[in-house]
């Protein structure tokens, strides 16, 4: 029986297929955990650059809250557009609502099928939100919904793309978490590089309910980008060598986004997924994850890609200044694709190369550079 490619960089990863991130899943974990033994509510943040699979992260934080923790409410909210603080209260009421009705269906379900319904808590809350409440804000609102929740032993809010809270918003979430209840509340929330610095630099008393869970989101280990290649493929006949798990982390730096690309355009069915495939399969990748490889020098000249095409070459990722010059690339050029982020300063005289190959692979062959310009090592 045929598979369907499991490999999919527009959508988040399924949970069943999701790899890596151990420590902040077991950080996840112990949050859970303290929450239901202790009482304790608190905080988890995960931040990154665009592509690191933030949204994957936060399914997966639901889903372990649902499959090992099911005496909880969780649910995860992804933001477009600025929210206020109002409409902060409003999308939690929202979901917590929806979550209760969907547990009350799901036992009634159970019930007409004649199935156990003894390990399903039902939820419920003791007070009617549906109706007007008069003189009562949201945020009112919300903490009467948490007081009078009845058997949930805790609630887990996961909110994706957390840059979009208006001050204000971004304000409540101490409030949220620190709010006195029987229930206690687990906020996880995810941003980009610019939303921690926030935090941080405007909103330290906010930034210290994740203290000792908030983590900086980057590439994957070569440990890492194999678990994520072999999981969707437990069982099946299609197997990854290997060398082809090498060279997918070799080119794309382990960038999460990159794996998934390279991985999509590798695929094959049945079989077992070698190298040199996956060199073949590299024009196909960029094409994939144009949209996004777009965006990561967008500044870039072609003088600046031709000198970036030079370095994979090497086929390595730490430079001496002397072996970028014997590429022809001039001493004052340097610090252009330091600036550009294609090169990372270490020390004096030595740099380390920062953006994956592929970003040098398509803007080659976007810009029609080279004939050559996926002839990498």
Known sequence: MRMANPYDPQAPAKPDYFGGRNSVLSSARERLRKAIVQDQSG?????????????????????IANEEFPGGISFCRRLSRTISNEELYVMLLEEL?????????????????????????????????????????????????VKHIHNAEFILVALDDADYLSSEAIGELKTIVENVSQTPVLLVTSGGIQFEKRLVDEYSPIARIFSGASYNLGRFTLDETKEVLNKPLVSQKTSWEDSAIEQIQKLTFGYPYLVQCLASASYLDNASITKGQVIQSVEKAVDIGKSWLDHEIPTASDKDVMYFLQLIKLDKD?????????????STYIGRLVKLGILKQISRGRYRLEKSPMVAIYEGLKRRLTNDSTKHP
């Not at 199935?115 to 903490?143: F, G, H, M």
């Not at 002397?322 to 001039?330: D, F, K």
């Open 97 to 145: 609502q929806a979550q209760i009705h969907e547990r009350q269906n799901l036992i009634e379900k159970l019930r007409k099928k004649g199935e156990d319904i003894s390990k399903v808590k039902a939820l419920s809350i003791e007070i009617d939100l549906t109706r007007p409440q008069l003189n009562n804000s949201q945020y009112q609102l919300w903490k009467k919904a």
């Open 43 to 63: 905080g988890l943040l995960v931040y990154g650059h665009r592509g690191v699979g933030k949204t994957s992260l936060l399914h997966k934080i639901i889903d």
């Open 318 to 330: 730490m430079f001496r200044s002397s072996e970028i010059s014997s590429l022809g690339v001039p």
